[in-house]
């Protein structure tokens, strides 16, 4: 195989940019050879192109090597399936499913180690992010002791949600900012630092907006060594900070406003106050600012590096499987704050899966049949008219 | 009344730097008389000055007008009733107590209205808070909806914890970062934004050292309003953080590294949201830096706004019953752990009396009998050795 011959389902916001890279060549050996979307308007932007209203028939009647998939998130389950069952390589967009064990599902259907199945965490190619993992995983940090991450930048308008009825629903999408916005935020969160022993998390369903999903999040972490972290996210807010501070043994890590800050402790903080005579004494300090430019390569590195794995084997910046994490992030924040407690992980996925069904039961929203969690839904998202990002 | 002339209870650590600074003449129409202090090497460093061993004889044989009470927290309750009872004016040093219920006895012994009954919260002179403050009552920001305040810049090494015997002990102090560093914090949260309606939070005791009370903490609180707010504290990150930042709906202001930044939306966020036709668009900013030089009068401040208000009737700066906030904070948060649960305020003062007198009994530190909650310990504190901050 000299190029992958890429199929889209999906051509609503990030669907078309995708598409519209592929076409203007800037991902290598890559060839767009078909879309699916129901809504005929969009299949005709894209018309040199074979188009299916169909996922079925995309699958059965067009020659693809590979299906990027960038529906609305219970679909991606149900799709993905789908497509790795027909044995062709996929890369999903994130959150790579609603619930864990919708998630748990879609990875049981990739069985073949020669088939590429990815997943659209394009922050991981972020050299700020890179930088930080480095240092934590190269031991030049130290023990890290606290983590605070505030990304409140996602400002969302009331137009914004009002611009799909599937959008910030629980029967639509399952959720708010933790499976629409945060999932980069989560997915960067366990890449860098792992999963924590345990959250305590206080979602708050609509505050900002006119919508039955949460819209502020303030959780609290702790990990297996004791790490402390706290992640609050919200699309209420303007202008909205995005902040990522790291206490650790060596020093203290701040990305902020395109700055990559380390001060660096001389001696580890934990070894100085146990040896240091001083009682209001603290570690000199270098104050280093470590040049980094851009945000690295994002969707196209990470569609680019999906054809690359599918090619010459090149290991995937994010397999799918580690999709999970995020997701059981997301959903133990919510399950914290459902069940007003902390919450051990791993979590028990029927049991969020069963308050996720009492949510979409009980809520007031239009709840298309089509909207619906489980296996039986594809055929029916097929033919839905509202498929848009 | 032309002078003030003042009595300090406790000259260790801040007990000297006030009676220095009186003796400097840094605190017009202040006269120090006397000095109390069970080392006689302590009383020694100030000769020049009537020394007593004993609170007792001091307020029964000195000609003092006021009381600066600076000894371990315990007995700020004990001593302060005393003093009052005896009609001098009294300033406690922060916390008033250690806990609500020792506070509220030592409020209910001010009776008088023109008896002056102030508290050490010197941080109130802080022109960066006070700014703060002006513009949070004076409208200028809208309505407060998130705040976040990381204050990790408490750096405390094990030689500190080891310098008196009393320290980091429940039964010496009653508490750790939350009763001796934090008070300051505390006391400007609900100065500036209020008291919450209930908090939930994560106190780890002896996380950084080897101590029993908790050095590290993060708190959750909600507002009436529906405002949120975190808390994060400790004394074992270097080089620590100390940054303020509040997100309101006219803009965010942030407080970090001596710069007051204001980044202001045109329109209010919530405004903004609800009749901007865009989906991804955001307020307009204005990036306004307020100059702020310096840190205010502190100390000195506070001790001569105590005299003015003795000898002008000037309003306080800090009310001693204004103190009873920052002490109720302080318990909930350890309630809050202590209990695993949400803790609605006002807290039941009785209930946190009942976990402190049993972290009391089961510990296993040095239980001086003169570290004693309760109405009965004066005496025995002033005669006891460890009267050093």
Redesign the interface.
Known sequence: MQTVKLGIVGVGTMGAIHAQSVLEGCIPRCQLTAICDPKAERLNLFSAVEGFASVDDLLRLSEIDAVLIATPHYSHTTIGIKALETGRHVLVEKPISVHKSDGERLLAAHHASNQVFAAMFNQRTDPFYLKLRQLVQSGDLGAI??V?W?I?NW??????YR?SDWRATWAGEGGGVLLNQCPHNLDLFQWIFGMPAQV?A?C?FG???DIEVED?V?A?L?YPD?M?A?F?T?T??????NRL?V?AER??VVIENDLFLF?R?EVP??E???T????????Q?WEIRIPISGHGPQHNGVLGNFVSAILDGTPLIAPAREGLNSLELANAFLLSTLE?R?IKLPIDGALFNQHLQKLIASSTRPKPGVFRTGSDDMHRLTTNKSLSR
């Open positions: 002791r606290r605070s505030t409140t400002f969302r308008t009331e137009a914004y611009s305590r206080f708050h505050r900002y907006h502020d303030t609290y702790e004791g402390t706290v609050s919200s209420g807010e303007a202008p909205g900070t501070e206490a020093g203290k001060t402790n903080m934990s100085f106050s146990r240091d005579p001083g009682r209001f004494s603290a570690p300090t007003n902390a």
